[in-house]
C-alpha cells in the first residue's frame, strides 16, 4: 500500500463511495488508479467521454475493477446530474471535469462557460440538495473538493509568485471559467454551508496526458520527426507539476484540509517552454537516438494571443496544514513521464485515432 494512505486511511473509512468528475480525463485517470490500487473505496466516474477524455483507461478500469464504475454523465444536463449523485451516494465529491486548453477557448468560449461554469453549477446545486438531506454522521463526513489552475490569477513578472491571497486577473476564456467556478463554489460554502475545499494547481504533466499538451506533443512530434513549435521566443515561464504529486496533494486536502480554504499546489519547477523543450529533445537523444539532434526539429511560430508571462505559486500553505511538497523533481518527473509514453505508443495512437485529433495548433 502507498505510504500516503497509510498515513491518512483509517479502518472507519474504508467503504467510502467517492464521485470523480472529469475521471477520464489526464488527472482524473491517475488519481482514480491510485485510489483503486490502494484502497476498498467504491468510485464513480462521471464522464461524459469528451475530446480528451481517456477511453482506453475507462475500458480498462471497468474490466479490471468491480469497486469502479463509470456514468457518462455530461454536467451540463442538470437532470442526469442529479440522477448521478442519488445513484453514487458519494462520501466524497472531487470535481475535476473541465475544459481545459487555451487554444481552444480562444477558438469556443462558449463551450468553456457552459462546461467550467454552468456545469460547476449544476454540481453543486445537486450535491447541495444531496448533501441537505444527509443522516447527521454521513452529513459531517460529507466533502466537496474542487480542483482549479493557477491561470485564475492571470500572469507574473520575473519576480514573485501567487498565494491563496491573490487577486484574480484571468485573462483568457478559459481561466476566467475556471475564476468563475472557484467563486461559485466557495459562495456554496459561504451562503449554504456545503463543507467544500478548492486548490488551485500549476501546469500538470504524466502518463495519461491528452497529446496536445506541450509535454506529450513535443514527445509524439519528436518521435515522428515533425516540426516542434515553440509560441513566440519560448520565454513563457511555467511552474511544472508531475501528476502524482497533485493527486498526493488532493487527498491530503480531502483528509487535512480546512473547509472552506482554497490551497496553492504548485511543482517548485519553474522554466520557461524552450528550456522544457530542450530538456525533453535531450532526454530523447539519450534514450532514443535518432539520425539527428531532436532539438533540429524546434521552429518558433506565431505567439497565443494574450499568452501570460509567468505563472509561480507559493505552496507554504499546504506544507504547513497538509505537511505536503512534491516529491519529484523536474528531471525526475520528465523522464517517467517521457518513458511511460515510449512504452505506451499504442495509448498514443487509439487516443488520437478516437478523438481526430491531428497535431494541428488550436486557437489562431
Not at 34 to 54: A, E, P, Q, R, W
Not at 247 to 267: P, Q, R, T
Not at 283 to 308: A, N, Q, T
Request: glycine share 6%; net charge negative; hydrophobic share 35%.
Amino acid at each position: 500500500m502507498d505510504s500516503l494512505f497509510d498515513e491518512l486511511i483509517d479502518s472507519e473509512s474504508i467503504n467510502k463511495n467517492i464521485l470523480i468528475t472529469g475521471g477520464a480525463g489526464f488527472i482524473g485517470t491517475n488519481l482514480i488508479i491510485k485510489l483503486l490500487k490502494n484502497t476498498n473505496y467504491t468510485i464513480y466516474n462521471l464522464d461524459y467521454v469528451g475530446f480528451g477524455s481517456n477511453y482506453e483507461s475507462i475500458k480498462l478500469l471497468d474490466k479490471k475493477y468491480p469497486n469502479y464504475f463509470h456514468l457518462n454523465v455530461d454536467l451540463y444536463n442538470n437532470k442526469l446530474v442529479e440522477e448521478a449523485i442519488e445513484i453514487s451516494k458519494p462520501e466524497i465529491i472531487i470535481h475535476l471535469a473541465a475544459e481545459s486548453h487555451v487554444d481552444r477557448s480562444i477558438d469556443n468560449p462558449r463551450l468553456f462557460i457552459e462546461k467550467n461554469i454552468i456545469g460547476t453549477f449544476n454540481l453543486l446545486e445537486s450535491s447541495f440538495k444531496y448533501w441537505e438531506n444527509l443522516p447527521e454522521k454521513r452529513k459531517g463526513r460529507f466533502h466537496f473538493h474542487h480542483v482549479s489552475t493557477d491561470e485564475v490569477y492571470g500572469s507574473l513578472n520575473s519576480t514573485g509568485k501567487f498565494s491563496e491571497k491573490s487577486k484574480y486577473a484571468p485573462n483568457s476564456p478559459y481561466s476566467a471559467s475556471k475564476a468563475s467556478s472557484d467563486h461559485i463554489v466557495m459562495s456554496w460554502f459561504k451562503t449554504f454551508g456545503l463543507p467544500v475545499t478548492i486548490s488551485n494547481c500549476s501546469n500538470n504533466y504524466g502518463p495519461y496526458q491528452f497529446p496536445e499538451k506541450l509535454i506529450p506533443s513535443t514527445i509524439i512530434k519528436a518521435l515522428n520527426k515533425e516540426s516542434i513549435p515553440i509560441y513566440g521566443e519560448g520565454k513563457n515561464i511555467r511552474d511544472w507539476l508531475f501528476v502524482e504529486d497533485h493527486v498526493d496533494s488532493i487527498l491530503m486536502i480531502i483528509f487535512k484540509g480546512k473547509l472552506g480554504f482554497s490551497y496553492c499546489i504548485g511543482g517548485n519547477s519553474e522554466l520557461d517552454n524552450l528550456q522544457l523543450v530542450y530538456k525533453l529533445c535531450d532526454m530523447l537523444d539519450e534514450i532514443k537516438p535518432s539520425y539527428i539532434s531532436y532539438r533540429e526539429l524546434i521552429i518558433f511560430v506565431e505567439d497565443r494571443p494574450g499568452h501570460d508571462k509567468r505563472y509561480a505559486l507559493d505552496t507554504s500553505l499546504a506544507k504547513k496544514e497538509l505537511n505536503w511538497e512534491p516529491r519529484f523533481n523536474l528531471d525526475q518527473g520528465l523522464l517517467n513521464t517521457v518513458k511511460w509514453y515510449l512504452s505506451n505508443q499504442d495509448w498514443v495512437k487509439n487516443t488520437m485515432e478516437r478523438s481526430h485529433y491531428k497535431g494541428v495548433r488550436q486557437g489562431l
